[in-house]
């Protein structure tokens, strides 16, 4: 940068826009000197170094100095660019400015957050509801299945009964049975199978044989395995008991060679 | 011209920092993130069922040692009584273990189930205890009397050494009487520690037997209105 003198270096704002190149090297130098001042102060200090410079201008323009000269003796009253900046950037800490950037970054990271986690795992959750009420998880492949559909209206809840098994090794048959929500953001109930009794043909009540639970969410899966079967039996009988719902179903057995 | 003001840093810090709060905020609220312990009793009620429910009693922290931060809930409706055991964790907020649930839709005098609170953590082995395990446990009847004749409850554990075998004897006893039970909505609801042992290890217990759980409600001659000698009920636990 060129080196302002008072008095003998003014020839260069002489010079067409030289004077503006001059200042705007005194600003760059002064601002360079900042580094942990963001862009909003960088102008802000830029402006108030330029209103400064102007006052003065201004004063001296009114002493009888012409203009550019008035302009070239107010920078060069300002001292030391590079002094200035360097007293300047005293003032500002590297604290706030890694803590400002540090939450804009964590700003940016909630606002993510928010538009994609909650959404995303309550439509997981309601893909899985609505999934089970018209394909739900398949039943055991190496059984012999027959596909049922019961439901039944629970106080939030459904109970959906989607399949009946047979296994004509053990002599046993296995029913598969799903919860959701009727609302399907809501959340699935896991103690239904206290409610329900299953009886075969021999009028044994195999309540609670190997139910389980699994839970999703937005659905909850569960099965009675084990239910002891005798050949010629075609039917199981499903009841559900449960907060004044009283249901009661014939569950049709598939076609098995232990059929009679 | 009004200039525009310049924000300092520490108050765009801030500013912004108080934004990122409310989305965070958000974030857990969407995420399912339980502020109060109402949510805990919300799950529950999901999770049986039973439709929503008013808190009756809160018992607070459960009264046992080497748990979690938790607070205990009987809340109910119509149709039912709720025990809820919420439990605190950070990165969920508050949560329900196993909430148990005592339909209350049929026509008798009095619903009752119980709830067993347990607590286990891992001590040095002995040659007594080589596993190390101890366990603390509160067993809890709670539910709701709808006969207005009746005015004291008597719950009791009784066992049997062997698991199908007859009952042994009794293993504790407890009585809760009408001036203690909460009456809302037309109901009277009662809760109390049935049984409670602590510092206890395996084997303590009718090794191979198991309880068996008593209800019956009395009037004020002393008449029992009603009697059931298997109650159902279920429980959590928790871990150190």
Same mark, same amino acid.
């Given at each position: 940068m060129e080196k302002l003198r008072p008095g003998g270096g003014g020839g260069a704002f002489h010079r067409a826009g030289a004077g503006v190149k001059v200042m705007e090297d005194f600003y760059r130098v002064v601002l360079a000197q900042l580094r942990f001042v963001g862009e909003d102060r960088r102008r802000a200090i830029r402006q108030e170094l330029a209103a400064h410079v102007a006052d003065h201008a201004e004063i001296l323009e009114k002493g009888g100095w012409d203009r550019e000269e008035a302009q070239r003796l107010a920078l060069e009253a300002m001292g030391d660019p590079e002094e200035i900046g360097k007293g300047l950037a005293?003032?500002?800490?590297?604290v706030w400015f890694w803590m400002y950037r540090l939450v804009n970054i964590g700003l940016t990271a909630a606002v993510v957050l928010v538009l994609l986690r909650g959404p995303a795992v309550r439509l997981s959750e309601c893909r899985y509801s609505l999934e089970a009420r018209k394909d739900p998880w398949p039943p055991d492949p190496k059984l012999i299945q027959r596909t049922v559909d019961i439901r039944i209206p629970m106080v939030t809840d459904e109970l959906y009964i989607y399949s009946v098994g047979v296994d004509p090794e053990e002599k046993t048959a296995m029913v598969d049975f799903c919860t959701y929500d009727r609302n399907p953001f809501g959340r699935a109930s896991q103690m239904q199978y206290d409610a329900i009794t299953i009886t075969n043909e021999a009028g044994e009540s195999t309540y609670q044989v190997a139910a389980h639970i699994i839970d999703r969410m937005g659905v909850a899966y569960g099965f009675y395995k084990g239910i002891p079967i005798a050949p010629g039996d075609t039917y199981l009988t499903f009841d559900f008991d449960r907060f004044g719902v009283h249901r009661s179903y014939i569950l049709p057995l598939p076609e098995w060679e232990g059929e009679a | 011209m009004r200039q525009k003001r310049i924000l300092t840093r520490r108050q765009k810090t801030l500013r912004r920092g108080a934004v990122m709060a409310v989305l965070l905020a958000l974030v857990v609220f969407m995420g399912?993130?339980?502020?109060?312990p109402r949510y805990a009793i919300r799950m529950a009620e999901e999770s049986v069922d039973c439709g929503k429910t008013e808190v009756v009693q809160k018992l607070g !922290? !459960? $009264?046992?040692?080497? /748990? $979690?931060w938790n607070r205990l809930y009987v809340s109910a409706n119509e149709r039912a009584v709720l025990f809820t055991s919420a439990e605190y964790h950070f990165s969920h907020g508050w949560e329900d273990r196993d909430g148990g649930c005592v339909d209350?839709?049929? *026509?008798? $005098?009095v619903h009752g189930a119980i709830y067993k609170l347990t607590s286990t953590w891992t001590e040095e082995a002995t040659p *007594? *205890?080589? /596993?190390?395990r101890k366990y603390d446990e509160v067993w809890y009847l709670y539910g709701r009397v709808?006969? $207005?004749?009746?005015v004291s409850i008597q719950g009791a554990i009784t066992y049997s050494e062997e698991w199908d075998g007859e009952i042994s004897g009794i293993w504790a006893e407890q009585t809760s009487s009408r001036e203690e039970w909460v009456r809302k909505g037309g109901y009277s609801y009662f809760v109390f520690p049935l049984y409670t042992r602590t510092d206890w290890k395996q084997g303590d217990g009718p090794e191979g037997g198991r309880f068996y759980f008593q209800l019956k409600l009395l009037d004020a001659e002393g008449n029992v209105l009603y009697e059931d000698q298997d109650l159902g009920g279920t429980g959590t636990t928790m871990s150190k």
């Open positions: 005293r003032a500002y800490s590297p | 399912d993130y339980g502020f109060t !922290a !459960a $009264p046992v040692e080497h /748990t $979690p209350c839709v049929e *026509d008798t $005098p *007594d *205890d080589p /596993t190390g709808d006969d $207005p004749r009746g």
